[in-house]
């Protein structure tokens, strides 16, 4: 998703004059042509995340149309009051495309970890998050909304599905119908799911776009009343939405996600995946459980 990102962002810079890239302590010799090439529209802010989302929104609120790049935790937790008044608040556009995901550098410590991301931005009005699942979908939804008029979180991650979808922002997709319950699986998470489901009699419903969420396919396709939600951070981000998009309807849920005192080593993510309960046999066993 990382090179991906750095090739379109090379391009929309080259077409595109009201575009800036703001990097935050990250990525510059990624983007050294474009620095030469662009050095009014491309700036590098460092280490300093809360002035460089200010600078961002002052570039927005001049007519530009900025994309803001740092590590998760960095721009979100520590970013978050600017996030909040300058993006939020007053609306402006603005992109924030984020690097690390939830565990993507185990071995830079809990610094560098941000399971907690999406639960957060939820927080933020008017902010748009996109969680796709492999670096073409990323495409397509970047493309599809950057230039929409809204804040919007992109959420970059080194775990990707080798299933491919042709996404729509905003929507999400149906993978397969069934009758005896419904999974509901967030970007990164969709492979894992695929096989932990197996040829059980489920619908499975895909989501890249967490908001706005596709309440409107979530009650057209909903398979009884029995619902396992499976999401690639701090579990219960979608919950509210889940119950809001069905209220007045009796529901047993089971949620897959990261718990909150959740404990990760510093090995690689792979070697977390089964503490964290992201694993099939993790997933395998809640939809056992649900379906009773």
């Given at each position: ?148 008029g809204s804040p919007t979180f992109y959420r970059l991650s080194n775990e990707v599905n080798h299933t491919e979808n042709v996404v ?104 977390n995946i089964p503490a964290l309960g992201l694993d099939e046999k993790t997933i395998a066993s809640k939809l056992q459980k649900l379906?009773?």
């Open positions: 998703m990382i090179d991906r990102f750095v090739r379109v962002l090379e391009e929309i810079l080259a077409k595109d004059e009201r575009s800036a890239l703001v990097l935050s302590g990250i990525r510059q010799y990624s983007f050294r042509k474009s620095m030469e090439k662009y050095p009014e529209r491309v700036f590098d802010i460092g280490i300093m995340e809360s002035t460089a989302v200010g600078f961002a929104a002052g570039l927005a609120a001049a007519g530009m149309i900025p994309f803001l790049h740092t590590w998760t935790p960095f721009l979100i937790e520590r970013a978050f009051e600017q996030l909040k008044l300058d993006f939020g608040s007053q609306k402006l556009e603005g992109n924030f495309i984020g690097a690390g995901a939830s565990y993507d550098l185990t071995e830079l410590g809990e610094s560098h970890y941000c399971p907690e991301d999406i639960a957060i931005l939820k927080q933020i009005k008017n902010m748009q998050i996109v969680v796709p699942g492999t670096a073409t979908e990323w495409e397509q939804l970047f493309l599809q909304s950057y230039q929409n729509v922002f905003g929507r999400a997709n149906i993978i397969q119908k069934g009758n005896k319950g419904t999974v509901v699986v967030v970007g990164p998470l969709l492979d894992t799911v695929l096989k932990a489901v197996g040829d059980k009699d489920v619908t499975i419903l895909y989501y890249t776009t967490v908001e706005p969420f596709d309440y409107t396919l979530l009650r057209e396709n909903i398979s009884g009343n029995r619902i396992l939600i499976c999401e690639p951070y701090n579990k219960s981000a979608v919950l509210y939405n889940i119950i809001d998009a069905l209220r007045g309807e009796f529901l047993k849920i089971e949620m897959v996600g990261i718990d909150i005192n959740a404990k990760c080593c510093l090995g690689n993510y792979q070697d379906l009773q």
